[in-house]
């Protein structure tokens, strides 16, 4: 052991000790003529467990330091029974040196041998055992692993409540009154813990907590409390009630003001299941499990009252079991009160989440005697790791489709412009075998259904949502017996974490991308273009199979007319179509091709005569292997060394498609065969037009990704980063949208103007973004607003179902992502979201069909924290502006689509709060300079529940700043909408933050149930943002 003399010094000159006094102590002597060792007169001193020892106490033990000192562990204190009188010995483990030591007295040796034998951190901890068995063996409670309350939030709640996913059989709502100001003369900060005993139990076990209130000698708790589960409650349990008034928040000091005991059934038996009773201070009686009316002697001493009121949800709770049987005694015997029923509806959401955490609260409203009863749910998506897995999937077929092209094209891969193909080829390949490795992975995954903060940075989990959660606010009005329902999807953003962010975002590669590919007229890129219109070919391709087959149903039984109108539908979209294949770029870049093409054909060529002369060389055996794999000839997909035009092969289904329309005008003008007849006529040539047009769109892919090779010429490897980090990206969107609108759907089905408002104008999807413009959080945003855009590329339909435990199905478009970031490697993507008959027969016709729904994403993001504030100062936050414009535009489009079908929302009305009022201030505020303009989130929110959109919040890990967003949201609800009393605002957002599901959620991610806020930190969030003192602190996650 290492010790410092001077403070060792001070430690034997200062303070009090154990004991003190004067002893024998065999020591070594130091003369010319004495050796060896004998007792000599010391002064000892016990401080802890440490033995000094003085040569003379009245100069030494003044003004010099110490002879030695003697650490008291791992010795023994023994009687030395052999050489003197009252002598004993210290003995080290270990050591064969032993200090002895003689007393002047018998008593003086066994208070010397008492103290030092219980100076040791050994004895200690056997003395702090036996306390802790005692203390247990009188409360029933382990006070170091069930301490009392000094956490806020605490970590021991609900631990009696069982299954939290459940609704509680009974609930209670509590209230105190005149309790008694603390010692300064100021009002106390309330706070009730109870517990809860059943008999023939004897211990009583810690149950729940209410919320803390500041300054209040009448508090008004809001947070209710549940007993019991689905399958009822003993009503003959009792509930102890202790009120503390918590001195400092931050440690949780706090001191104990009263208590009361009652039974569930005195609660219920009471008139409007409500009781009234006194807090007494003693609770001696109450630990020991004695009620306090059976006392003798004078009456504890009053501390307030506690008003206890009760209800009963919708569960197996049978009132059978509190009937009163009077005694002979009893005049006025009680009867049971009627039951007021409160169903929070939390089996809606077991199909789509799992591990449902709920919270109940009770408020004040604008008119004193209503009051608001207000559910809170946060549940783990299903969807988490099943949507992932699905995309991983279809990415997989993708990039083996994507391989196929680019083998095709291989045959020019000696061409000396395209040496790059190999990079393209290795990338694709390396692609699929991680992606493989990803997908078997997570099949085999048995973890849980979200992944935790502390888990972002896990390669093996990267396409895996964070914190992925929904949360639930329901409100019911007791005075009007109605019930709100407001859902918010919290989840991390969508960033590919795992790969940082050393050269950007999203948007910032793509942009790099782009940079080097060519331009039309320096506006448009070529790629974007050839997206864009492979895009449109695909859907006349799709139209004109569509009319074809309807043609054919015709000619079996339909009219003349009807034949008439379909063939002029077609010979119009034909004629589209041709258009399109005309375009410059395509022609261009088909040219090139086969020219090319007829390159390598003649070296191939010429190969082949080498080799019949002898010529065996390397490079002649690869030019004739390379012309073994030459196709497009003709219209068919044959070997061959010759390559047919593209103009050749566009003249043939133009003339396919006249053949077509030449053979019903015959039919139907010159009656050319009998009625019945009339399908074998034209079914050969439908079948030779969709063959030609199956021909014109494959060969299209392949020119397009010649045109594609050609412009990454030199960035496969960014191109390669870019699509392995937007299909990321792109993952966590898709689930968190899937999540937001299975639950949307389910909500709403019953709601007729908002089926036909998503058939006709699509799901508007607005997310709320926390991040900050500054370091890592700048190449958040950038993958951030990517992956939200790309979302506009996902449709959405209904299949209909017996089984309901299938998952929604993920599928390709048949659409490339276009747009300014167009990917010819990934294909738009459908979700089939399979409904039972009874909500399915609630759908429009058009939906049941499998009609599309259409997706409008939005993102507005204002940053909060410290961070934001250095962007403000000396960063840049010029991506976020432009954002939060751009998107305004997006909002305004939506909403001009659905006035135009629907009519105004505001309905003639005007002033705040109406649609015109919010749009104007939204624009407003987008558009101003302001730092930390929080208004254009809550103004967005606003506009999003207007139109029955889906709510999405997010910061880094949806832990800290995205609690604090969707609690300040709740509460902005039930002000606007519910007439929230305005002296509960803040309040409820400090309940909400500190007893609500939030705390849950970072208990479930870090292991604590604390906010990541410092005080630091804290000084530059907005007021409103900020959490209670208590449930913040330092935390590793």
């Not at 309350?149 to 009154?177: K, R, V, W």
């Not at 059934?265 to 807090?279: A, G, H, I, Q, T």
């Not at 273009?529 to 149903?553: E, F, G, P, Q, W």
């Not at 958040?780 to 209909?800: G, S, T, Y």
Request: glycine residues 6%; contains cysteine; proline residues 4%.
């Amino acid at each position: 052991m290492r010790f410092n003399n001077k403070e060792l010094a001070y430690l034997a000159h200062h303070g009090t000790f154990d004991k003190q006094g004067s002893l024998l102590m065999k020591d070594k002597t130091d003369g010319l003529f004495k050796k060896g060792e004998e007792y000599q007169k010391r002064y000892l001193r016990l401080k802890g467990n440490l033995l000094f020892y003085f040569k003379d106490k009245d100069k030494s033990v003044t003004s010099e330091p110490p002879l030695g000192v003697l650490v008291i562990e791992r010795c023994t204190v023994e009687l030395d029974l052999e050489a003197v009188d009252f002598g004993f010995l210290i003995v080290y483990e270990g050591e064969d040196h032993t200090y002895k030591f003689q007393a002047p007295s018998e008593d003086e040796r066994d208070e010397w041998i008492q103290v030092i034998h219980t100076a040791s951190y050994e004895c200690l901890k056997m003395q702090l055992q036996s306390l802790r068995e005692q203390i247990q063996a009188k409360t029933g409670r382990d006070p170091i692993t069930q301490p009392p309350p000094t956490e806020f939030g605490m970590e021991y709640e609900t631990q009696s409540q069982g299954n939290a996913s459940d609704d509680p059989a009974l609930e209670i709502c509590l209230s105190c009154n005149d309790l008694h100001n603390d010692v300064s003369g100021q009002p106390p900060n309330p706070f009730i813990v109870l517990s809860t005993i059943v008999p023939p139990q004897q211990t009583w076990i810690q149950h729940s907590n209410t919320e803390v209130v500041e300054g209040s000698n009448d508090p008004q708790f809001l947070k209710t409390i549940g007993f019991g589960d689905k399958d009822g409650v003993d009503l003959n349990m009792r509930v102890k009630i202790t009120v503390y008034h918590v001195k400092e928040r931050l440690t949780g000091t706090m001191s104990q003001l009263g208590h009361a005991i009652f039974t569930l059934k005195d609660v219920l038996m009471n008139v409007e299941m409500k009781s009234k009773m006194r807090l007494v201070e003693n609770d001696f009686l109450v630990t020991m499990g004695i009620p306090v009316s059976s006392k003798r002697g004078p009456d504890p001493l009053d501390c307030g009252t506690v008003t206890i009121m009760a209800w009963v949800n919708d569960t197996n709770l049978s009132l059978s079991q509190i009937v009163y049987i009077p005694s002979e005694t009893d005049s006025n015997p009680k009867k049971p009160a009627i039951v007021r029923h409160r169903s929070k509806r939390v089996d809606t959401l077991r199909p789509h989440y799992k591990n449902i955490i709920t919270r109940t609260f009770r408020f004040d409203t604008t008119k004193g005697d209503v009051k608001l009863l207000v559910h809170e749910y946060m549940g783990e998506s299903l969807f988490s790791l099943d949507i992932p897995i699905q995309l991983l999937r279809l990415w997989i077929e993708e990039e083996k489709h994507v391989l196929s092209q680019l083998q095709d094209i291989g045959q020019m891969f000696a061409h000396g412009r395209l040496r790059a193909l190999q990079d393209r080829l290795d990338y694709c390949t390396s692609m699929i075998t991680m992606y493989e490795q990803h997908l078997n992975f997570l099949s085999s995954f048995k973890g849980p259904c979200f992944k935790a903060s502390c888990k972002k940075g896990d390669k093996e989990l990267e396409f895996l949502p964070l914190n992925l959660h929904l949360q639930r606010m329901t409100v019911i009005n007791e005075e009007k017996n109605t019930t709100g329902w407001y859902d918010a999807i919290t989840v991390g953003a969508f960033t590919a974490y795992a790969q940082k962010y050393k050269h950007g975002g999203l948007s910032r590669l793509l942009s790099q991308l782009q940079e080097s590919h060519s331009t039309e007229n320096n506006s448009v890129t070529n790629l974007s273009l050839a997206c864009d219109l492979v895009n449109s070919i695909y859907d006349h391709k799709m139209s004109i199979s569509k009319d074809c087959d309807t043609l054919c149903r015709l000619a079996s039984s339909g009219t003349a007319e009807e034949m008439t109108e379909i063939t002029n539908s077609l010979q119009q979209k034909i004629k589209e179509l041709v258009e399109e294949c005309d375009s410059p770029l395509v022609q261009n870049t088909a040219d090139e091709y086969n020219r090319i093409k007829v390159e390598l054909s003649q070296n191939s060529s010429q190969s082949s005569l080498d080799s019949l002369s002898g010529d065996t060389t390397p490079g002649a055996k690869v030019n004739e292997d390379t012309g073994k794999n030459l196709k497009w000839s003709g219209t068919d997909f044959v070997k061959s060394p010759t390559a047919e035009p593209w103009e050749m092969t566009r003249l043939n289904m133009e003339a396919a498609a006249m053949c077509l329309i030449s053979i019903v005008d015959d039919l139907v003008v010159g009656e050319s065969a009998e009625r019945s007849k009339w399908l074998e006529e034209i079914n050969p040539a439908v079948m030779k037009l969709k063959s030609f047009l199956e021909i014109v769109y494959q060969k299209i892919l392949l020119i397009v990704m010649f045109l594609n090779i050609k412009e990454h010429r030199g960035n496969s490897r960014l191109m390669h980063i870019v699509r392995y980090r937007r299909d990321v990206c792109f993952s966590h969107a898709l689930t968190t949208l899937v999540s937001g609108f299975v639950t949307k759907i389910t909500s709403c089905i019953s709601n007729e103007e908002f089926l036909k408002q998503i058939q006709e104008v699509g799901i508007f999807c607005q997310f709320e973004g926390l991040l900050s413009c500054h370091g890592d959080e700048m190449g958040m945003i950038e993958d951030f607003c990517v992956a939200v855009d790309d979302l506009k590329f996902v449709r959405f339909q209904f299949v209909k179902t017996d089984d309901p435990s299938v998952s929604p199905t993920v599928f390709q478009d048949g659409h490339f992502k276009s747009g300014a970031f167009g990917d010819f490697h990934r294909h738009c993507v459908c979700v089939s979201i399979p409904l039972q008959d009874e909500m399915f027969n609630k759908l429009p016709n058009e939906l049941q069909r499998g009609g599309k729904i259409s997706v409008t994403p939005v993102l507005f993001n204002i940053g909060i924290n410290e961070q934001a504030s250095l962007a403000d100062k000396i960063g840049d936050t010029s991506l976020q502006e432009k954002i939060n414009t751009e998107n305004v535009t997006k909002v305004i489009s939506y909403l001009e689509k659905y006035e135009k079908i629907f009519g105004s929302l505001d309905k003639g009305k005007s002033g705040q709060g109406t649609m015109n009022d919010l749009k104007s201030k939204l624009v407003y505020n987008t558009a101003s300079k302001k730092s930390k303009n929080t208004d254009v989130l809550k103004l967005a929110a606003e506009i999003c529940r207007k139109v029955n959109g889906i709510r999405v919040t997010s910061c880094k890990s949806a832990k800290d700043r995205t609690s604090m967003s969707v609690t300040l949201e709740q509460v902005y609800i039930l002000q606007q909408e519910h007439d929230l009393a305005s002296h509960v605002f803040s309040q409820a957002l400090d309940c909400f933050r500190s007893e609500g599901v939030r705390r849950e959620n970072t208990y479930k991610n870090i292991g604590s149930r604390k906010y990541a806020f410092n005080s630091f930190q804290l000084l530059y969030v907005p007021k409103l943002y900020r959490p209670p003192n208590g449930t913040y602190g330092n935390v590793q996650g």
